[in-house]
């Protein structure tokens, strides 16, 4: 926690540099500059944009230590702007601009608990995405590796994965936890749900005689009779409701043997809640396992085992 007396609260407030930012890498300045066009009247004109205001605009980053100005008018990249060239989630058009601009709801979802997103976009977090698959698409290379899996990750599971015939990753994006669990599981199954859109992106080429994909939200009943049914990041962008409607369809198509592991949403022990964007986007809430432990019960669900593991914190339900 920072010393109080140590706090510079307007060096917080500022809003001005991170918005410079987004813009600058939104309409891709350190690329143009790459490309031969420093000179702040080409930069304008291949950029679009109007040349006093961009001019501005980088001057000011510049004082900030991103990108120089070796003489009046002319512009070159350093390392920082470098950064901003490769970082897509940057992009105002796509996922990061829905997340940049999501904070500005922060008001109504304090007041309300509830997300605001419509309020910006037209239409809640999901049909969002729906309605514009290039975000979506966006949205699922966001949460490819950093939401679904890390290659070298796998889960320890109370008892072992020996009577482990069949997984369902359930809202598993385009595929990426699910692939690597099967490379290090040769004996399993796999099945890949999420909605038609998303799986259709799916790369499941290494493990393809393995694995399948089912085209689905998980708010309907979920292919059944699996030994394993994951949640990975799922939970953590549901509202307590949603949470249990999610877990009551893995308990249905589990039945009496299968278990439903959970990673993402919930915080060992009594952790203290922390703001995420996931809350301002869909109303996603990270619980307590005691909290957790009751939104499972309603969904028919026991906690059988939690562990800390490189995947995250590991919550087994029967």
């Not at 407030?13 to 143009?32: E, F, N």
């Not at 999501?102 to 049909?127: C, I, N, Q």
């Not at 009943?221 to 549901?238: H, Q, R, S, T």
């Amino acid at each position: 926690m920072a010393d109080p007396e140590e706090v510079d609260l307007y060096r917080l407030l500022d809003l001005q540099t991170p918005w410079c930012l987004y813009v600058a890498a939104t309409l891709r300045i350190p690329q143009l500059i790459e490309g031969g066009r420093g000179d702040i009247a080409n930069l304008a004109a291949a950029a679009g944009c109007d040349r006093d205001a961009l001019h501005a605009m980088l001057t000011y980053l510049v004082s900030k230590g991103v990108f120089r100005e070796p003489e009046p008018g002319r512009f070159t990249c350093n390392r920082p702007a470098e950064q901003l060239a490769g970082d897509p989630f940057l992009d105002l058009n796509g996922i990061g601009g829905r997340m940049a601009h999501a904070w500005g709801t922060l008001l109504s979802y304090v007041r309300t608990g509830k997300p605001a997103y419509r309020e910006m976009f037209g239409r809640p977090f999901w049909e969002d995405l729906a309605a514009h698959p290039e975000i979506a698409a966006d949205f699922d290379a966001l949460m490819g590796p950093a939401g679904h899996g890390v290659p070298s990750y796998d889960i320890e599971l109370s008892g072992g994965w020996d009577h482990i015939r069949s997984i369902v990753d359930v809202g598993g994006g385009t595929g990426t936890m699910l692939v690597n669990l099967l490379r290090l599981h040769p004996g399993a199954r796999g099945t890949l749900v999420d909605l038609p859109s998303t799986v259709a992106r799916a790369d499941l080429a290494d493990v393809a005689d393995r694995a399948e994909v089912v085209g689905q939200s998980f708010f309907d009943p979920l292919p059944a009779g699996a030994d394993l049914y994951l949640l990975k990041k799922v939970l953590n962008d549901w509202p307590d409701a949603e949470t249990v409607a999610i877990l009551r369809r893995c308990r249905e198509a589990a039945g009496a043997d299968g278990r439903v592991v959970v990673i993402g949403g919930v915080s060992p022990g009594d952790a203290q809640p922390s703001l995420a964007i996931d809350m301002l986007v869909a109303g996603g809430k990270t619980s307590s396992t005691e909290e957790f432990s009751g939104l499972a019960a309603q969904a028919g669900l026991a906690v059988a085992a939690t562990s800390q593991q490189a995947a995250g914190f590991v919550i087994e339900c029967r």
